[in-house]
């Protein structure tokens, strides 16, 4: 049988490749070469494909560098941070530039993030990619010392955190932070039916608790500012029993006493979080989910509330999913 020709490999019978694979190492871009390449964004109208609308978000996600950010105290920490930076597109443009918002992102690496910092970059965003609104998100996880109940230990506390920066489309500059605090909570049903079995029947029991989570969602007030550590202060403030690192056995046995002294139910934890956020001028407005992973059930109890702005946050959370911790 004749053998047939290959385009990228040499064939068995010894006949060459007919395509050239090569890597030039040595060849270097010059700005007259450059001039040359096609451009996408020079592409007619005719190659949009699909309906001829505007879409609201598109740009990059899990995009990881370094970055700074200063503590409450004045500490500047380096982190490893997750950006996801989108703008809107006009229904006349085919795409948008992607590596245009990474460079603008390494033009101000070496800068502390601030709400000022991202809303920087959310101008340069909308200059380089001829956007009428553009979204900036870093995720990253943020270390707290933390103290043990009795001990005098201490430990490391990371809670994860996320800035997120808007510019509306007329014009204004909204601030976000969301902040997960992971806390343990003891059934106050499960506590009473167990006193009741030690006192009727001299029953031993121990009512069930479960490691659960918060996550506040918050959006400054214009001109103010809140550090990640006021918000964990609400949080502890709100709720008590937040979960331990260094633990001996009188640590442990005072988290069952405070356990004991703040038995909560879902509804509780999501009441006492609003009453505290809701005292806090810094802060417009807010949305809080909160999720109990349940040890009496193979399901859970969740809750949503919010402070009730108009136009601001809506009680529309249901990722409970990625409150699992």
């Given amino acids: 049988m004749k053998k047939k020709p290959m385009y990228l490999h040499r064939s068995a019978d010894g006949t060459p490749a007919r395509i050239k694979r090569a890597y030039d190492a040595k060849f270097r871009a010059t700005p007259a070469y450059r001039a040359t390449l096609p451009d996408m964004m020079e592409a007619a109208h005719d190659a949009i494909q699909g309906a001829h609308v505007p879409i609201q978000q598109v740009g990059i996600h899990n995009f990881r560098l370094p970055l700074k950010y ?78 043990s109940l009795r001990s005098g230990l201490e430990g490391w506390q990371f809670y994860e955190v996320a800035f997120e920066g808007v510019m509306t489309r007329d014009g204004r500059y909204r601030r976000f932070i969301h902040f997960d605090f992971v806390y343990s909570s003891a059934c106050p049903c499960s506590a009473e039916l167990t006193e009741h079995a030690r006192d009727q029947r ?72 609003y009453r505290e956020f809701e005292a806090d001028k810094r802060i417009k407005d807010f949305q809080i989910a909160c999720s109990h992973l349940e040890s009496l059930h193979s399901h859970d109890a969740v809750s949503v509330i919010c402070k009730g702005v108009k136009g601001g946050f809506a009680a529309d959370f249901m990722d409970f999913g990625s409150l699992l911790c």
């Fill in 70 to 147: 200063r503590t409450k105290a004045g500490q500047i920490l380096t982190l490893e941070t997750k950006v996801t930076g989108t703008v809107s597109l006009e229904a006349e443009l085919k795409g948008i530039n992607m590596s245009r918002i990474m460079r603008s992102f390494y033009e101000h690496k070496d800068g502390v993030i601030t709400g000022e910092w991202m809303g920087r970059i959310l101008k340069t965003y909308l200059r380089k990619v001829d956007s009428k609104a553009a979204r900036l998100k870093v995720a990253f996880s943020y270390p707290m010392l933390r103290p």
């Fill in 202 to 273: 001299g029953a031993y029991g121990v009512p069930h608790s479960q490691r659960s989570k918060a996550r506040v969602s918050i959006e400054e007030a214009e001109g103010k500012k809140i550090w990640i550590e006021d918000v964990h202060a609400h949080c502890l403030n709100a709720l008590q029993t937040e979960t331990q690192v260094m633990v001996k056995r009188e640590d442990e046995q005072a988290f069952a006493e405070l356990n004991g002294a703040y038995l909560k139910f879902v509804e509780d934890a999501a009441r006492l979080l």
